[in-house]
């Protein structure tokens, strides 16, 4: 069965770069969620999107933005990152508001 | 304040023992998840449970939910150094995103 797909699975930054991650949900699913998981820390919700509109915010500072397209996709765009930014940056998707289902996860380095 | 909350937050235990982790929560859920991670790796699907259900089996895997109680146990048979990883509850409140607990980290020394 088709899966969550992030991309890229590997990202290395430097301070005050920009770094965009990509998440394709599962086929006909029309939410997607992001979180971050910092090293030894529960993943944390970010942001999510229903029918390409925000749906809910979390802890999601203002240097990151999200957006999902026509196609449902949905891109994380992070700005001026900071060292603090690195961590794992997952993608779910759902159907409505149930069942999330992950993807494998974008690790982002910032040096 | 967190929806899920694991206890215990590290657990060790001998090859082919069994492992039980438990998960509070706080709020009414439309179900509740259980993942397993590899040290910085992804997240691992293990088991989702509805709210209408009470126990559910995979493999090595028992998940029980009590609804009144708002609290679900993994228990894991047999247990094998393979299956060292931190795992997570994540509670789906009824219409809005899952919430992850803090996690348990369980140890299994061959």
């Known amino acids: 069965a088709a899966g969550v797909i992030q991309s890229p699975r590997h990202l290395i930054k430097e301070k005050r770069e920009t770094a965009t991650l990509k998440c394709y949900p599962i086929?006909?699913?029309?939410?997607v969620y992001w979180y971050q998981q910092g090293p030894g820390q529960d993943p944390q919700f970010l942001i999510s999107?229903?029918?390409?509109?925000?749906?809910d915010k979390g802890s999601i500072p203002d240097r990151f933005s999200a957006q999902q397209f026509s196609d449902y996709h949905s891109e994380l765009n992070m700005s001026s990152l900071e060292l603090g930014d690195s961590a794992l940056y997952f993608c779910?998707?759902?159907?409505?508001?149930?069942?999330?289902?992950f993807g494998p996860g974008t690790r982002l380095t910032v040096t | 304040s967190q929806q899920g909350e694991e206890d215990p937050q590290a657990l060790s235990i001998q090859e082919g023992e069994n492992a039980t982790m438990n998960c509070s929560y706080k709020?009414?859920?439309?179900?509740l998840q259980w993942y397993r991670q590899n040290s910085g790796r992804g997240l691992v699907h293990l088991i989702l449970?509805?709210?209408?259900?009470r126990e559910k089996h995979s493999g090595r895997l028992r998940v029980t939910l009590d609804t009144s109680k708002k609290s679900s146990s993994l228990l894991i048979t047999a247990s094998r150094a393979a299956d060292t990883a931190s795992y997570f509850c994540?509670?789906?409140?009824?219409?809005?995103?899952?919430?992850f607990g803090p996690g348990t980290s369980l140890s299994v020394i061959p």
């Open positions: 086929p006909r699913h029309d939410t």
């Open positions: 994540a509670t789906a409140p009824l219409y809005d995103k899952v919430i």
């Open positions: 999107f229903y029918e390409k509109m925000q749906s």
């Open positions: 449970i509805r709210s209408n259900e």
């Open positions: 709020t009414s859920i439309n179900n």
């Open positions: 779910a998707s759902g159907q409505g508001r149930y069942e999330q289902y």
